[in-house]
């Protein structure tokens, strides 16, 4: 088995944990409401725009055997850059005000989760952010366009107010392959767990943040 079938073997019950969190499936199945998708994004802002950063420090802390890794660092930071603003502007479209969500504050879970990946990247092994991109792009192609289509029937919203779930959903299915032949690069077997560790570990960080979010967002209407 190549590593990657392993990793996602290894964590398909985190998986399936963090698939079953309540706002998830209230999203599919067209049940959310307006408040608790502002939730959502308000918090999927105060991670995503750390996404970059954690990039720029996992390449510049890669050891020198890694250095093909590190130059696919380098195209990933390119595609990720800016991305927290199309989440700011969903907010926007949903009528609620953006400047308000960019100057607030995260939930716990969420600053939990970000501390988590920081602390992997900086004191443990850079490596460790790649369980991040494992959890956070395998979850976006499995649920993103779902859920998208299930407020989208259900909210009276502009298309316009799903570009961030639009643009992580199917679309990201060219980034999970090239993943996955970034992984199956990986032939150290301590890497290779470490990997599996931090995968299980945002697994559970970023089911937290799903499932402590609530409807009071805190945003005001756009004036």
């Known amino acids: ?15 399936k944990t963090l698939l079953s969190s309540p706002i998830i ?15 959502f994004l308000g918090q999927a802002y105060h991670h995503v725009k750390h996404t970059v950063p954690l990039l720029m420090a996992t390449g510049s802390r890669l050891p020198e055997k890694h250095e ?7 195209e990933y930071i390119e595609e990720e850059i800016g991305h927290q603003e199309w989440i700011l502007n969903d907010i926007a479209a949903c009528g609620f005000n ?16 970000i501390s988590y990946a ?12 790649f369980g991040m991109v494992h959890v956070l792009e395998g979850t976006s192609i499995a649920v993103a366009d779902k859920a ?3 407020i989208l029937s259900t909210l ?16 990201d299915q060219d980034h999970v392959k090239f993943f996955e032949t970034l ?41």
């Not at 088995?1 to 998986?15: G, S, V, W, Y």
């Not at 009276?156 to 199917?170: E, Q, T, V």
């Open 1 to 15: 088995m190549n590593f990657f079938d392993q990793l996602k073997e290894e964590t398909k019950h985190d998986r």
């Open 25 to 39: 499936v209230k999203a599919i199945d067209g049940t959310i409401t307006l408040d608790e998708y502002v939730a």
């Open 68 to 74: 093909w890794l590190r130059e696919a660092v380098a």
């Open 98 to 113: 953006k400047d308000i969500a960019r100057n607030s504050n995260p939930i716990t879970s969420t600053e939990l989760m």
């Open 118 to 129: 920081y602390d992997m990247v900086q004191r443990v092994n850079p490596l460790g952010f």
């Open 148 to 150: 998208a289509d299930g």
């Open 156 to 171: 009276s919203l502009p298309k316009n107010a799903f570009s961030y779930l639009y643009s992580h959903g199917s679309l």
């Open 183 to 223: 992984m199956n690069k990986i032939d150290d077997p301590n890497e290779q767990k470490l990997i599996i560790h931090t995968a299980k570990m945002f697994y559970r960080l970023y089911g937290d943040i799903f499932r402590s979010l609530s409807a009071h967002h805190g945003l005001p209407l756009a004036a």
